[in-house]
């Protein structure tokens, strides 16, 4: 059975790769490569419909929602009351960035105490509330529902599947790197961090687009 978060079907992998894999473990397979592009990107890749965020502001012109690919913002309220349309505009999809039309977002967090009190830290206090729809329709939602049509992008397709060859074959030769312990040669495959690479470095390269910053500035 697919699951909504897989990138791709098992039809979709090369021969090489499905031929390589057990088949009761393929499916794992796909949706382990899934769920860990997902976490490399910074949010969930499947669509999801109406999304409510409470979003934490510094009181600038922008809000960055926690997820990136947002197909639109469908409904803003301050303290329990909505926003007019035009009050905000969805400026960056890719990055979740929403822009304050007119007067800037209310900042969100702990003031200085006093009578003239300034903004201190920027919190998640539940006065900002945001609802929106996000994501790419993937294979596996299609598979599950034939009403959908997939729309996610061709270049995460191909970076699901280098990632499900990488888990079949151990394929990181993009990053191998060989040291000498004694009079044994060993090799093995690393990140820029020095770790062993979840995504290989080709798969990085082609999502790098839709990375989302981890933290965003208003």
Do not use: K, N
């Amino acid at each position: 059975m697919p699951a909504v978060e897989d990138l791709l079907t098992a039809a979709q992998l090369p021969a090489t790769v499905r031929d390589a894999a057990d088949p009761e473990r393929l499916p794992l397979l796909i949706t382990a490569a899934s769920l860990t592009l997902a976490a490399h990107v910074g949010y969930p890749l499947h669509r999801r419909m109406g999304v409510v965020e409470s979003v934490a502001s510094a009181g600038g012109r922008y809000l960055w929602l926690r997820s990136g690919g947002v197909r639109q913002v469908t409904r803003v309220e301050v303290c329990g009351v909505e926003l007019p349309a035009a009050a905000y505009a969805l400026e960056s999809a890719v990055m979740g960035r929403v822009l304050a039309r007119g007067e800037a977002w209310p900042f969100t967090g702990r003031y200085s105490p006093g009578v003239s009190s300034t903004p201190l830290h920027v919190e998640d206090t539940g006065e900002l509330v945001v609802t929106y729809d996000a994501g790419w329709v993937t294979p596996g939602q299609a598979a599950l529902d034939t009403a959908l049509q997939v729309d996610l992008p061709a270049d995460l397709q191909l970076a699901a599947q280098m990632v499900v060859g990488a888990l079949v074959h151990g394929d990181g030769a993009e990053e191998a790197v060989s040291e000498s312990i004694g009079g044994t040669s060993l090799t093995r495959a690393t990140d820029e961090d020095g770790q062993l690479p979840a995504v290989p470095a080709r798969a990085r390269r082609l999502v790098a687009r839709y990375r989302r910053p981890r933290q965003g500035a208003a």
